[in-house]
């Protein structure tokens, strides 16, 4: 049972345009959520996170949204640069919030 | 601090063969997460310790897995024997506090069984 779900495997955006990956989960008991990133050959590394008693956190050109009704969130990256051409992995913690569950991940490729 | 260490980077063994991944956290986390990526099941977490004791080993896929953390610095995932499908990257992780507090990544342990 996939609690947190990505579901486009992969996403290509021009350089400069604005980049959203999208995130659903199941657990309404759910009230963090992390967003890593990762690129080939590394281990996974946090971005941003937000907890559920906001609907947005900003961090640079970063930014969470959260629609807790739709147990629904979303990155956007804006403007993207090919730097940012990676695997991004959202997360949430258990209810017990000592472990996370991860999404499937979506392969971002910002092309120049 | 260095990270998180793991060992070795790639391996390559033959199907039936004993397989130790090593990791060493970062000094002062209290939870170490060992972690299995594929392109099937994704990110999948198969065992995590607090302060050097097993917690929650659910996600260990069959009994020929073991991981072990004798330490504060230090933790082993053995297969044994292994199989083809084990094939995949293998990260361990360590943090502070648990889900809700920055995990920081090794490198991986890309495993091969032929």
């Known amino acids: 049972d996939q609690q947190v779900k990505q579901n486009s495997p992969s996403l290509s955006v021009q350089e400069g345009r604005i980049s959203i990956l999208n995130c659903d989960y199941t657990?309404?008991?759910?009230?963090?959520f992390l967003w890593y990133k990762k690129y080939p050959a590394e281990g996974p590394t946090f971005l941003i996170s937000?907890?559920?008693?906001?609907d947005k956190n900003e961090d640079g050109r970063f930014t969470v949204f959260l629609n807790k009704s739709a147990k629904h969130l979303s990155l956007h990256i804006v403007p993207s640069q090919p730097g940012d051409s990676a695997v991004y992995f959202c997360?949430?913690?258990?209810?017990?919030?000592?472990?996370?569950?991860f999404g499937g991940g979506t392969r971002l490729m910002v092309k120049p | 601090d260095a990270g998180v260490i793991q060992s070795p980077r790639h391996e390559v063994t033959e199907m039936g063969q004993e397989v130790t991944l090593r990791c060493k956290p970062i000094?002062?986390?209290?939870?170490l997460f060992w972690y299995r990526q594929t392109m099937m099941r994704g990110l999948e977490l198969l065992i995590y310790?607090?302060?050097?004791?097993?917690?929650?080993d659910s996600g260990m896929p069959e009994d020929r897995f073991s991981a072990k953390m004798p330490n504060a610095s230090f933790s082993t995932l053995k297969i044994q024997p292994s199989e083809p499908r084990d094939s995949a990257v293998y990260f361990c992780?360590?943090?502070?506090?648990?889900?809700?507090?920055?995990?920081?990544f090794g490198q991986g342990t890309r495993l091969t069984v032929v």
């Open positions: 992780a360590s943090s502070r506090g648990g889900g809700r507090t920055e995990a920081f």
């Open positions: 657990n309404s008991m759910f009230d963090y």
């Open positions: 937000i907890s559920s008693i906001k």
């Open positions: 997360a949430a913690p258990n209810n017990a919030g000592n472990m996370l569950t």
């Open positions: 000094s002062g986390h209290d939870y």
């Open positions: 310790f607090n302060n050097n004791v097993p917690i929650d």
